[in-house]
């Protein structure tokens, strides 16, 4: 099953690159480059360099809600055979900014608790807050009952989420580490080093298009089971 889902995730990223892309590139675009930027200019000993990495940490945090909110409003649009435009999407996240960031804080503190508490725990907590984000954008939540609602909702489905963001993840981290292999031994990559990072960022949308594809199994199973009305 596990399997299956990945391959309805990866013919989803493809048959809706366009806009997933246009979506999602000038962002990452920009957030890697500021990073680039740091990097190449600064000198990595300096504070400097570390209060420009505070800042592109703001930066990042401030832009995450509008392009994964847009990201989100998207693929359930397509769900619905009414697909959104890029634009569209966009400026439709903007009235989910506030409560969408303070989801993601929220679930990176839980996350990172976890993770200090010995790795285990912080790898539940990211699988069971899975679909905070899809339920704070689609369902209206606050950030508080996102998070909870999360933490219900994926009981049942902690497995098939763990096994498929592993593959993904491990697959990205493969590919990463090919880069690497390549630039250390058959010729540099540094002049490519910017739009690598663009394209792993990129490719890392099948993580939610994996997790959506989950959380859409689990509402349509929660309407299956409902009880009908005589």
Request: proline share 3%.
């Amino acid at each position: 099953m596990t399997l299956e889902y990945i391959r309805q995730s990866l013919f989803f990223f493809r048959r809706n690159f366009g806009v997933i892309a246009r979506i999602q590139l000038p962002f990452i675009i920009l957030l890697n480059l500021v990073g680039w930027l740091i990097q190449s200019t600064l000198d990595p000993e300096t504070q400097a360099v570390r209060n420009a990495g505070a800042l592109l940490m703001l930066l990042n945090l401030t832009l995450l809600p509008i392009y994964w909110g847009a990201t989100i409003l998207f693929l359930q649009s397509v769900v619905d055979n009414r697909p959104l435009g890029a634009l569209t999407a966009i400026r439709s996240s903007l009235k989910y900014w506030r409560r969408l960031l303070l989801t993601y804080l929220m679930m990176a503190v839980a996350v990172t608790l976890g993770l200090l508490l010995f790795i285990v725990p912080g790898i539940v907590a990211g699988v069971r807050l899975a679909f905070a984000d899809y339920v704070c954008v689609l369902e209206n939540r606050k950030a508080g009952e996102s998070l909870r609602q999360s933490w219900g909702d994926t009981r049942e489905y902690f497995w098939l989420l763990l096994n498929g963001m592993l593959i993904i993840f491990g697959g990205l981290f493969l590919m990463e580490m090919l880069f690497t292999l390549i630039d250390r031994n058959v010729v540099s990559l540094a002049p490519l080093n910017p739009v690598l990072g663009i394209l792993l960022d990129l490719l890392g949308t099948l993580v939610t298009i994996y997790g959506f594809r989950v959380y859409c199994l689990m509402k349509e199973e929660a309407v299956g089971a409902a009880p009908r009305s005589e």
